[in-house]
């Protein structure tokens, strides 16, 4: 499968110009001294220092930041659970109602899911803040890490857990010494989509933040509504920044994680 | 006993916050609207009786008799069915490209469709205003180019909310089709070669129907949250476009009538019923074929 026609060099070249020009058109003019956004004027800062001085969008960035890191953290942990339940559970009472709950959040329209949450917690009297965001963001996210750790549990050789267990450790032991650090990078990944999902969301946090709290999307949001501003592109450009970094880091370990564990492999043959 | 409890911690908050709250909801669409906080009549503190006799339907006769929402919900199937399948014919050729890649360009090809997909899904959106407006970029481009004489309107049509859903849900396209072709056994198109077909009859009697599960799985990642799409068709779509997302959006947030947003909430549920079970049977087909 090798080769590349001309067509195919042709559609991925016009796909990625597609994909990327927006986002370049938004960094760019980040560095526009004009407060018009379409029109060049010269290289500038300013949006920058702005956007710094502007305590609202510091306060909403750090809501933003703690929702993100609460509710990815509890969100791995039940989303581990739930994929090792989808995948080596076996038969019980439910499952599908379970694997249904699972998938059924990935696609669902925010605007259901924002509505319901927001009416489940009007009905118990809870108060929304921090909290219910957590609550919403743990729910939805929890799947995306399931889906992405059972599908590292499904190419996972069973053996080596069964080895494990013939060897006298106990369930326990044999999911913390063994299959953990084996399905690790899946977790780590789930965590780090949860922690984006959470950190992007804005349809879900308007429903169930409640006047107290207030995200970083939901103030981009009341501030893009009124038009484009350059404030906002300067912000977009250093979310776009942090974000690519992290995946080109990301990238770079794994690549490094791969070669290292293929060394291993070598050796581990040699000396048998 | 521990397996009970790791099946019952995933299990209970699931069902606490993902499957109750539609009872909610339902409930809530059954009620009056009354002008306190929360803006619906309480029913269940005089007893389950009083409580069922003041459930009623008027909230969706209410929806039946204003074609305000039968029109939002057409048109959101509509917008929703186009750019998926606008989102196939550009999303496949990628994947497919990708796919016959020298294994080496692979890592990165990846990389750069991930990358989108984990940068802010409401910056992307926004970036499109600036490009789509009457004095954005993409009018100056085509009044330097020559090839129009008087800015085109985009921004605030149909056409601008197509442009937003098919690049923001690109990578979910792309995704699942390039893991379906990249399973795929290229000898099988060297045989059918080999026996006299043509290339594009040995794309469209193998790799298509090898590619299908994939195919269906994007499809449903697009169709399905397009079709209850907020953001987009606020930013992009202006008041020249109807979709259901919005109209709930606004029925909430605005006009403060909780049961019936609560209503076309549920109404826009039962249309997604058939997609979503659908949908669950492809991805667990799958999980079961990959163990």
Not at chain 1, 190 to 215: E, H, N, R
Request: charged share 10%; aromatic share 12%.
């Amino acid at each position: 499968m090798n080769r590349l026609s001309p067509f195919n060099v042709v559609s991925l070249t016009l796909g990625f110009v597609f994909l990327y020009i927006p986002m370049l058109i938004l960094v760019v003019y980040s560095f526009n001294a004009s407060k018009l956004v379409t029109v060049w004027a010269g290289f500038s800062t300013q949006w920058y220092g702005e956007l710094l001085r502007n305590e609202s969008f510091l306060d909403a960035a750090w809501v933003t930041l703690r929702v993100a890191v609460i509710s990815s953290t509890i969100a791995t942990v039940l989303g581990t659970m739930a994929a090792y339940v989808l995948v080596r559970g076996g038969r019980f009472f439910g499952r599908t109602l379970f694997s249904g709950m699972i998938y059924a959040p990935l696609v669902m329209p925010e605007v259901i899911t924002g509505l319901s949450l927001l009416l489940l917690f009007i009905g118990t009297g809870l108060d929304r803040g921090v909290l219910t965001i957590v609550l919403a963001h743990t729910t939805f996210s929890m799947c995306f890490v399931s889906v992405v750790v059972s599908s590292r549990l499904v190419t996972f050789d069973r053996s080596l857990e069964e080895a494990a267990l013939d060897l006298g450790a106990s369930t326990f032991d044999a999911f913390r010494l063994v299959t953990l650090p084996i399905i690790a990078p899946a977790v780590i990944s789930g965590w780090l989509l949860a922690f984006t999902l959470s950190l992007d969301d804005l349809v879900i946090a308007s429903f169930t933040a409640g006047p107290s709290a207030t995200t970083l999307p939901m103030k981009i949001w009341s501030s893009v509504r009124l038009g484009v501003s350059p404030e906002i592109n300067a912000l977009s450009t250093i979310l776009i920044g942090l974000v690519t970094v992290g995946v080109v880091v990301a990238s770079l370990a794994t690549k490094r994680a791969a070669v290292q564990a293929a060394r291993d492999e070598q050796a581990a043959a040699r000396t048998a | 006993m521990r397996r009970a409890a790791l099946i019952a911690v995933p299990y209970a908050w699931l069902l606490a916050l993902f499957l109750i709250p539609f009872a909610v909801v339902f409930k809530i669409s059954l009620s009056d609207i009354a002008l306190a906080i929360p803006p619906y009549t309480p029913t269940a503190k005089d007893g389950i009786w009083a409580m069922l006799s003041q459930l009623d339907f008027e909230n969706f006769v209410f929806l039946t008799e204003d074609d305000l929402y039968w029109k939002a919900y057409l048109s959101s199937l509509q917008i929703a069915a186009v750019s998926t399948v606008l989102t196939l014919l550009v999303g496949y050729p990628m994947a497919y490209a990708m796919a016959r890649a020298p294994e080496a360009w692979r890592p990165t090809l990846l990389m750069l469709v991930i990358l989108p997909f984990w940068t802010s899904f409401l910056i992307r959106v926004y970036a499109w205003v600036g490009i789509l407006s009457n004095e954005g970029f993409l009018n100056q481009f085509l009044l330097w180019l020559g090839v129009i004489d008087t800015p085109l309107t985009i921004l605030n049509t149909p056409t601008a909310v197509y442009i937003g859903i098919v690049y923001t849900y690109l990578p979910f396209m792309i995704l699942p089709i390039y893991s379906a072709l990249d399973r795929l056994d290229g000898s099988l198109i060297e045989a059918a070669e080999d026996l006299g077909c043509s290339r594009f009859k040995a794309f469209w009697l193998i790799t298509i129907p090898l590619s299908k599960n994939g195919i269906i799985a994007g499809s449903f990642l697009v169709f399905i949250p397009a079709l209850g799409e907020f953001v987009i068709p606020s930013l992009l779509g202006g008041s020249g476009t109807l979709m259901i997302g919005k109209v709930l959006f606004e029925e909430f947030f605005s006009n403060r009538d909780w049961p019936v947003a609560s209503a076309v909430a549920v109404i826009l549920l039962l249309i997604l019923v058939i997609p979503l079970v659908l949908f669950q049977r492809n991805q667990q087909r799958q999980t079961e074929a990959g163990a």
